[in-house]
Nanobody
Framework: QVQLVESGGGSVQPGRLRRPPCAAS????????LYWVRQAPGKGLEWVSA????????EYADSVKGLSAISRDNAKNTLCLQMNSLKSEDTALYYC???????????????WGQGTLVTVSS
């Protein structure tokens, strides 16, 4: 069965960075696009970033362009999102998500991790 497990969250001061990883299992990671999605307190889900099967293509939401870097290691079945210069508005529950259809971009999101909480405050 498919499993996605995020970690690496916690509290961080403004201007610092966090790099939460996601461990994937139960599927062939190299076949699927993978995504990061977040939910801030009291708000809805927001797509953050994406990476293709081989890691050669990446996409970012306007809110994090130039401030974040998504990466994957298919040999280790892991996904990471490095977030630099964090601000209070970046406080959210961060999820790693699997694309449902092989080699498709944002066609459908069918598997989610439990999320890891990143809290940005002084």
């Amino acid at each position: 069965q498919v499993q996605l497990v995020e970690s690496g969250g916690g509290s961080v001061q403004p201007g610092r960075l966090r790099r939460p990883p996601c461990a994937a299992s139960g599927f062939t990671s190299m076949v699927y696009w993978l995504y990061w999605v977040r939910q801030a307190p009291g708000k809805g889900l927001e797509w953050v970033s994406a990476i293709n099967t081989g890691g050669s293509r990446t996409e970012y939401a306007d809110s994090v362009k130039g401030l974040s870097a998504i990466s994957r290691d298919n040999a280790k079945n892991t996904l990471c999102l490095q977030m630099n210069s964090l601000k209070s508005e970046d406080t959210a529950l961060y999820y790693c998500v699997k694309e449902a259809t092989p080699d498709r971009f944002l066609n459908a999101l069918d598997a989610w991790g439990q999320g890891t909480l990143v809290t940005v405050s002084s």
